[in-house]
T-cell receptor, first 117, second 111 residues
Framework: EAGVTQFPSHSVIEKGQTVTLRCDPI?????LYWYRRVMGKEIKFLLH????????ESGMPNNRFLAERTGGTYSTLKVQPAELEDSGVYFC???????????????FGPGTRLTVL | GEDVEQSLFLSVREGDSSVINCTYT??????LYWYKQEPGAGLQLLTY?????DMKQDQRLTVLLNKKDKHLSLRIADTQTGDSAIYFC???????????FGSGTKLNVKP
């Protein structure tokens, strides 16, 4: 079974440009999460989709970040316009719907390393 | 939200045991998790423990949970150079809608 995949693996852009990150969750996983790790600090939650609906977007830093999950399959995270402080590693994770038997375990993708110059 | 603390670095010699510690604040989580990130790779689920357990053993890995003190630890027996990685403690929030992570402990295993 394929794991969570993310594209691109690396992205280097200039301040003010736009970048779109993509995440493909494990097939059949209704929960999809975005996280970010900045400058070697803790991994922080950004938002959570259940199917195509945003369940919790309390971690989104500001309105320069837009996440979508049309059709409830893959998700995109767009940063527009990018700022220097947006640099970091963006992780996507997915899990099955179903509590509390452990099927909520989140499986992570390899991450996208974003560098804003 | 949850506050999760880990020490940043741990250095051990090959063959020794490694103990990575994690403390958290306010959680009624059913499960607590350890993830491993090898250089250049993503987060790999290493193990987890059910909150009504004190200990879970899985081959070279032992997870200890002190729920009263909100303290979680990961012990790696006979540490190998391949164990060099960053280890993250993860604590689910209420309703499992998000995980709270520590900063990660970078384990360096010297030959």
């Amino acid at each position: 079974e394929a794991g969570v995949t993310q594209f691109p693996s690396h992205s280097v852009i200039e301040k003010g440009q736009t970048v779109t990150l993509r995440c493909d969750p494990i097939s059949g996983h209704d929960n999809l999460y975005w996280y970010r790790r900045v400058m070697g600090k803790e991994i922080k939650f950004l938002l959570h989709f259940v199917k195509e609906s945003k369940q919790d977007e309390s971690g989104m830093p500001n309105n320069r970040f837009l996440a979508e999950r049309t059709g409830g399959t893959y998700s995109t995270l767009k940063v527009q316009p990018a700022e220097l402080e947006d640099s970091g590693v963006y992780f996507c994770a997915s899990s099955q719907l179903g509590l509390p038997t452990g099927t909520d375990t989140q499986y992570f993708g390899p991450g996208t390393r974003l560098t804003v110059l | 939200g949850e506050d999760v603390e880990q020490s940043l670095f741990l250095s051990v010699r090959e063959g020794d045991s490694s103990v990575i510690n994690c403390t958290y604040t306010d959680s009624s989580s059913t499960y607590l998790y350890w993830y491993k990130q090898e250089p250049g790779a993503g987060l790999q689920l290493l193990t987890y423990i059910f909150s009504n357990m004190d200990m879970k053993q899985d081959q070279r890995l032992t997870v200890l949970l002190n729920k009263k003190d909100k303290h979680l630890s990961l012990r790696i027996a006979d540490t190998q150079t391949g164990d060099s990685a960053i280890y993250f403690c993860a604590v689910p929030g209420n309703n499992f809608n998000k995980f709270y992570f520590g900063s990660g402990t970078k384990l360096n295993v010297k030959p």
